[in-house]
């Protein structure tokens, strides 16, 4: 390994410790917003209305996507740098799954906001 390929390696995981950092603060104040929600709404601070749950819901919903993209970004950050066949298949797997939770997130968020409109 050259001097060149160590900076890149090196630049790629400052890279991706940042963006990996940037989902965790994500997940935390998504986290944060939705206990303040729930907290306020035991408390009766918020106006009774029907379908809270599911604003809840689809509110931290949409900081666990971001944060999942960000997640997947830093995955593929990581393995750019002369990457093995091995860290391929990690990343394709971690790709696979991702995918899959983004997919299901989504389609439950959507499912509550066509719930939303049609209740409206």
Not at 21 to 30: E, N
Not at 97 to 120: G, K, P, V
């Amino acid at each position: 390994m050259d001097a060149t390929e160590a900076a890149l390696r090196f630049l790629a995981a400052c890279v991706a410790r940042l963006v990996e950092a940037i989902a965790i603060l994500y997940i935390a104040l998504g986290a944060l917003e939705t206990a303040v929600l729930l907290i306020g709404r035991w408390a009766g601070f918020s106006p009774r209305k029907s379908g809270w749950r599911r604003e809840t819901f689809v509110r931290f919903g949409r900081w666990l996507l971001l944060s999942l993209e960000f997640a997947l970004a830093a995955d593929i950050v990581r393995t750019v740098i002369s990457p093995t066949w091995n860290d391929i298949g990690q990343l394709a797997a971690i790709a696979v799954i991702r995918t899959f939770l983004n997919y299901f997130l989504e389609q439950d968020m959507r499912e509550a906001d066509r719930f939303d409109t049609a209740e409206a």
